[in-house]
């Protein structure tokens, strides 16, 4: 038995990895206020608990692309999402402020590997003009779990407890690894790929060698962490991946404090940035795939994409000043969408720049970036909104996009794609 269009297969078990990835994660922030209310934790409290999930998540972030390489795909992606599907369910049986820590550090250890392996696996399976749209369809995934997270945990959590909720999110997990194993190989060795299918693939896909466990001796991060590309990347995703972590972690706390929502009304009503989002992740791919299509050079088709997602950013300044929830949720929207514009071709470029053997390690590099601004930026929001209000971190919010693709334009020229493009 062979299945037809196996990339987008592929593609699709990637976007549902992401959509377990940012359900686990989430999680924590529909029903912060009753974690909260049990342990007799502050705001700030709170903070210091994300704090100790973004301090595992730049560790292993560093790591998990080398070690992606190491293994390979398959047994990679394997190994992390069984660490953050068991550190997932630890939740349901935390105590108090220290092990619920504890458990959110082990969660932060295995999440991170998701990217570079989704990396590698868009790298395998696809030619370079759909690169970009497979790691949309992948990081829509993110605004999906993030859509389902307040309907599911909050209806679970109002009829069993929210620790059942962390149990139930938990085993999602370890049921789509047994689908992973059952369907994922490279082109060249999967048996579930059509003959035809292959011959057509084969000719714009990397060679067969790139796809294999790298040794040691050839992942040189040492020279990869020089290279302009890779450090413009870590410090680009430093100032950007904050952002839509403000809005997984703190919305729910946004919306309940400021907007006197209650756990129902977050359940009806959070989704809807992330639906948002997911249509910028697949738009954004697919904008720049067409323009490559239409014979735009690479490096310029992702740079425009980006630079139209930066654009929608400043919109989110409006949402605390707005007089009604709903307004405050379309400005919302803004980041959403526009970050999936944006992260849709940042989190390709690895695969444009970089040979097979290096792109989970740039990918984990440039992830760790991202996780470390996404700790700072937690225990500086826990510190502002406990003693002033929210209106600074959205105008952060706002503007760190637009910032950002300055540097992009100004420190990553197109010559720095000659690599692979």
Request: proline share 6%; aromatic share 14%.
């Amino acid at each position: 038995m062979k299945i037809p269009k196996l990339r987008w297969v592929i593609a699709f078990l990637l976007c549902l990895s992401t959509m377990i990835n940012y359900l686990d994660r989430q999680a924590i922030g529909v029903v912060s206020v009753e974690i909260r209310r049990e342990f007799s934790l502050t705001e700030q409290d709170y903070s210091y608990i994300l704090s100790f999930f973004f301090l595992a998540y730049a560790i292993m972030y560093a790591g998990s692309g080398y070690i992606i390489d190491r293994l390979g795909t398959r047994r990679g992606f394997a190994v992390f999402i069984s660490g953050w599907s068991i550190a997932q369910l630890l939740h349901g049986f935390a105590i108090g402020k220290w092990s619920l820590g504890s458990y959110r550090f082990l969660l932060g250890l295995s999440e991170p590997g998701a990217w570079p392996a989704a990396a590698k696996a868009v790298s395998e399976w696809f030619p370079a003009s759909q690169r970009a749209l497979a790691m949309g369809i992948f990081n829509a995934g993110t605004s999906l779990g993030s859509s389902l997270a307040p309907i599911t945990v909050a209806l679970i959590t109002r009829h069993y407890g929210w620790r059942n909720a962390f149990v139930f999110t938990g085993l999602i997990g370890l049921a789509w690894l047994a689908a992973w194993l059952f369907l994922y190989q490279p082109p060249h060795l999967n048996r579930w790929l059509r003959a035809d299918e292959y011959a057509r693939l084969k000719p714009q896909l990397p060679p067969p060698e790139e796809a294999r466990p790298a040794a040691a001796e050839r992942v040189h991060w040492k020279t990869l962490i020089r290279e302009r590309a890779c450090w413009t990347l870590i410090l680009t995703r430093f100032f950007t991946d904050p952002v839509i972590y403000f809005v997984i972690f703190w919305l729910p706390e946004y919306l309940r404090k400021e907007r006197a929502f209650n756990l129902a009304e977050v359940g009806k009503y959070s989704w809807v940035p992330f639906a948002f989002g997911g249509i910028g992740y697949v738009l954004g791919g697919w904008i720049s795939g067409r323009l490559i299509d239409a014979g735009w050079p690479l490096p310029r088709a992702r740079k425009l994409v980006m630079a139209m997602g930066a654009a929608v950013m400043p919109i989110a300044i409006l949402a605390p000043l707005v007089p009604t929830a709903a307004l405050a949720i379309a400005a919302t929207c803004s980041i959403t969408f526009g970050h999936g514009l944006w992260t849709a071709n940042l989190q390709t470029i690895p695969t444009d720049v970089f040979r097979g053997p290096e792109i989970g390690t740039v990918t984990g590099f440039s992830g760790m970036g991202g996780a470390v601004g996404g700790m700072l930026a937690s225990l500086g929001t826990g510190y502002v909104v406990m003693h002033f209000t929210y209106a600074p971190i959205f105008l952060l919010a706002g503007l760190m996009h637009p910032l950002s693709a300055v540097l992009t334009y100004t420190l990553l020229p197109d010559r720095c794609f000659a690599k692979r493009a």
